[in-house]
C-alpha cells in the first residue's frame, strides 16, 4: 500500500471532533439543530440568486433546451448529492467532504479540499454581501454601498457567534420564504400555461418550437446551457456539515438527502419549464429584467420587480449566513485535524468563534478589495474560486468510490443511505465533471476561471503533500 492510502484512516475511526472531545479535549461543537432546520437548510441552500438572476444567460444561450441543461446538470448534482449523503449518513463530521477525502484519499486531498471550499465560501460572502448591498441602496439611494455591506456582515457574523441553533432560524426562515416564492411562482405558471389565468391563454407547445424551435443554437448553444446551469446549483454540501451538529445526524443528513434532491430538481427544471413555455425564450424583457420578472408581468402581477428584488435579497442574506457557517465549520475541522494554527481551534458554548471571526475577516477583506481594486486583486479572488465547486465535487465522488469498498468491508451496517448502482453512477458522474471542465476551456472567461481554480488547487496540493510526507517521516523516527 502507497504512502497516500496508508495515511487514510479506516472509515469506522473518528478524525472530526463533532461529537468528541473537540480540538486538544476541549469542548466539542453542539448538537442544537433540528431536522426541520436540516431539511430547510438542504432546500434552501441551492435556491441562491444564481437562480433569479444568473438563469438569463443561460435561457439567451440555450433557448428552451435550458430545460434539457438543468435537467442534465440536476442529475449530475443529485448523484454528487447522493454519494456525498452516503458518506455522510455513514461517518458524520463537521468536515464533511474534507473529512472523506482524507480517510479514503490522504490527508493530502483533505487539506485541498477542505481550504478551497473555505476559500469559495469567504470570496461568496463578499460577492454575496454586496450585492445584497446593492438592492437596498435602489431602495435607500441616500446611504453607501459599504454601509449595508458592514451592516450584513456584523450581523451575520454576530448570529454565527451565538448558538447554532440561531443560524439554523435564520436560515429556516430565509429557506422557508424562498421555498415559498418559487412553489406561487409554478403554480401561477401551470395555471398560465392552462390558460386559467384571466387575461391569459395557454400556449401551448408554440414558444417551445418557434423561433428557432427548441435547439435555436444547436447543440453548442446547450452546451453554455449546462454551463451556465452547472453553477447555479452550488451549496448542496453545506447540509451535510450542518448535520453534524444535529442530534441524530445520521437519520438527519439521510432524510435530508432523500427529500431535497428530488425537489431541488423540481424547483429548478420546474422553474425554468414555466418561463420557456409562458414567454418566448427571446422576449427583451428576460434580458432586460430577468426571467422571473419577465414572467410575473406578461401575469400583470403589481410590482413584479419589487416582488422578485426581495425573493434575491432574501437570497443573498441566506448565503451570506450559511457561507459564514459553512467556512467556519470547515476551517475548525482542518484546524483540529492539525491542518490549521493550532489557536484558531477554540470552541466556546459548542461555537468555534475564532474560527467564525477568521472566516468572516476573510469576507470583511475580500469587501475591502472590491472596492479599492475591483478589477484586479477581486477579480483574481473570484476567478481563484470560479471553478472551486467542481473540484469539490470530484474529490466527493473520488472519496465515494474509495469508501463504499472501505464500508463494505469494514462496517456494512453503517451504509444507511447507498449510492445508486454503485460504481456504475459513481463514474458517471466523474465522466460528467470532467465534461465540465471540458466545457469551461471552451469558453474564454470560463478558461480564466479554471486556470486560476487549477492554479490555486496545485498549490494547496503541494502543501497538503509536503505536510502529509513531513509526517509520515517524522512518524518513522
Request: with cysteine.
Amino acid at each position: 500500500m502507497n504512502r497516500t492510502s496508508s495515511s487514510a484512516a479506516s472509515p469506522s475511526r473518528s478524525a472530526d471532533p463533532v461529537h468528541d472531545a473537540g480540538h486538544g479535549g476541549g469542548p466539542s461543537l453542539s448538537n442544537g439543530l433540528k431536522q426541520r432546520h436540516l431539511s430547510m437548510i438542504a432546500l434552501g441552500g441551492v435556491i441562491g440568486a444564481g437562480l433569479f438572476v444568473g438563469s438569463g444567460k443561460g435561457i439567451a444561450a440555450a433557448g428552451p433546451s435550458i430545460v434539457l441543461a438543468y435537467a442534465v446538470s440536476g442529475a449530475l448534482v443529485m448523484l454528487i448529492m447522493r454519494m456525498l449523503g452516503e458518506m455522510a449518513a455513514a461517518n458524520p463530521a463537521s468536515g464533511s467532504f474534507s473529512v472523506h477525502a482524507e480517510r479514503s484519499i490522504g490527508s493530502w486531498a483533505g487539506f485541498t479540499v477542505g481550504w478551497m471550499f473555505t476559500a469559495l465560501l469567504c470570496v461568496a460572502v463578499a460577492a454575496e454581501a454586496l450585492g445584497a448591498a446593492a438592492i437596498m441602496i435602489q431602495w435607500f439611494p441616500a446611504t453607501q454601498l459599504w454601509m449595508w455591506v458592514l451592516l450584513f456582515m456584523v450581523v451575520f457574523t454576530g448570529t454565527n457567534l451565538t448558538a447554532v441553533s440561531n443560524f439554523g432560524e435564520f436560515e429556516f426562515w430565509f429557506a422557508a420564504l424562498k421555498v415559498v416564492a418559487i412553489a406561487l411562482f409554478l403554480v401561477l405558471g401551470v395555471l398560465a400555461i392552462c390558460g386559467v389565468l384571466p387575461g391569459t391563454h395557454a400556449p401551448g407547445a408554440s414558444h417551445l418550437t418557434g423561433d428557432g424551435g427548441f435547439l435555436p443554437h444547436g447543440a453548442d448553444g446547450l452546451m453554455v446551457g449546462v454551463l451556465a446551469s452547472v453553477f447555479a446549483y452550488g451549496g448542496l454540501e453545506t447540509v451535510t456539515i450542518a448535520a453534524a451538529e444535529s442530534k441524530d445526524p445520521v437519520r438527519g443528513v439521510a432524510s435530508a438527502v432523500r427529500t431535497a434532491m428530488w425537489r431541488i430538481a423540481l424547483f429548478y427544471v420546474g422553474s425554468m419549464a414555466v418561463i420557456v413555455t409562458v414567454i418566448p425564450w427571446s422576449a427583451p424583457s428576460i434580458a432586460k429584467s430577468g426571467p422571473y420578472v419577465a414572467v410575473l408581468d406578461y401575469l400583470n402581477i403589481p410590482a413584479a420587480g419589487q416582488i422578485m428584488n426581495v425573493v434575491i435579497l432574501l437570497a443573498l442574506l441566506s448565503a451570506v449566513n450559511a457561507n459564514i457557517y459553512g467556512s467556519s465549520r470547515m476551517a475548525y475541522s482542518l484546524i483540529s485535524r492539525g491542518q490549521g494554527p493550532a489557536f484558531l481551534g477554540k470552541v466556546s458554548g459548542g461555537v468555534p468563534r475564532h474560527a467564525v471571526l477568521l472566516c468572516s475577516a476573510f469576507g470583511f477583506l475580500a469587501v475591502l478589495f472590491s472596492f479599492l481594486w475591483p478589477d484586479t486583486l477581486f477579480q483574481w479572488l473570484l476567478n481563484m474560486v470560479g471553478a472551486a465547486v467542481l473540484v469539490v465535487w470530484g474529490f466527493i465522488a473520488v472519496s465515494q468510490l474509495r469508501m463504499r469498498r472501505q464500508l463494505e468491508r469494514e462496517a456494512p451496517e453503517k451504509l444507511v443511505v447507498r449510492m445508486w448502482a454503485f460504481p456504475v453512477l459513481t463514474v458517471v458522474a466523474l465522466v460528467g465533471i470532467v465534461g465540465v471542465l471540458l466545457l469551461m476551456l471552451r469558453d474564454d472567461n470560463q478558461r480564466i476561471q479554471l486556470l486560476f481554480t487549477g492554479g490555486f488547487g496545485v498549490v494547496l496540493a503541494a502543501v497538503g503533500l509536503a505536510r502529509q510526507r513531513a509526517l509520515a517521516k517524522n512518524a518513522g523516527r
